[in-house]
């Protein structure tokens, strides 16, 4: 009877278990690498065009948003009740049965 005298890399081993999982690992990496920079070659002109966008919209809104706030400085109980006034009707339309039954 014969002992089998291989390396210690074979594959039963575990030193060629962790070796294998190592390289795995390392081709991953290399992959999630390569998709990360595809996407943001691809996204790139996508986020430039909605950073100008959201700045374009900005600007417009800033002269609504500062006459909001001075109504609201002027009028303060005026606000508070349209406000409540708002919310009273948003709250009967989400509380409002949904299976009515026709009679």
Excluded: C, H, W
């Excluded at 400085?73 to 709250?91: F, K, M, N, Q, T």
């Amino acid at each position: 009877m014969e002992k089998n005298t291989t390396s210690a890399t074979t594959k039963g081993s575990p030193q060629f278990g962790s070796e294998a999982a190592g390289a795995s690992a390392a081709r991953t990496s290399d992959v999630i690498n390569n998709v990360k920079s595809k996407i943001a070659d691809q996204a790139g002109p996508a986020v430039e065009k909605f950073q100008t966008t959201f700045r374009d919209v900005q600007e417009t809104a800033q002269p609504y948003l500062e006459n909001a706030q001075s109504y609201f400085r002027r009028y303060p109980l005026y606000s508070v009740l349209g406000a409540a006034a708002i919310g009273a009707v948003i709250g009967m339309i989400v509380a409002r049965p949904t299976n009515r039954v026709s009679q």
